[in-house]
């Protein structure tokens, strides 16, 4: 399973980002698909999770601004943030469980300048 993400940037507070992950390997189209995201100095945080059926989870930290989805066809999952504050600014990462095996991105940078 190998996960490619892109579409961090720097971006001021209050606008948005869409971060894009796409999957490839067995097994990623039906598995949950997930992004964390690392402050410098920090521990890894769940940010938003989709599951192979659609349902998702959010952290309360982001609730009402983020929204995760997924395009089965491209095997890609989304992260629109929208609204965001200087405290976002972290390392995002794509994340996927496989056969109870984790995989993750690159991680891709997100600034947030106020």
């Known amino acids: 399973v190998q996960l490619q993400a892109s579409g961090g940037g720097l971006v001021q507070a209050g606008g948005s980002l869409r971060l894009s992950c796409v999957a490839s390997?067995?097994?990623?189209?039906?598995?949950?698909l997930a992004w964390y995201r690392q402050h410098p100095g920090k521990q890894r945080e769940s940010v938003a999770s989709?599951?192979?059926?659609?349902?998702?989870n959010y952290a309360d930290s982001v609730k009402g601004r983020f929204t995760i989805s997924r395009d089965y066809a491209k095997n890609t999952v989304y992260l629109q943030m929208n609204n965001l504050k200087p405290e976002d600014t972290a390392v995002y990462y794509c994340?996927?469980?496989?056969?109870?095996?984790?995989?993750w991105g690159q991680g891709t940078q997100v600034t947030v300048s106020s």
């Open positions: 994340h996927a469980l496989v056969a109870f095996r984790d995989y």
């Open positions: 390997g067995n097994g990623v189209r039906i598995n949950p």
């Open positions: 989709i599951a192979g059926t659609g349902r998702t």
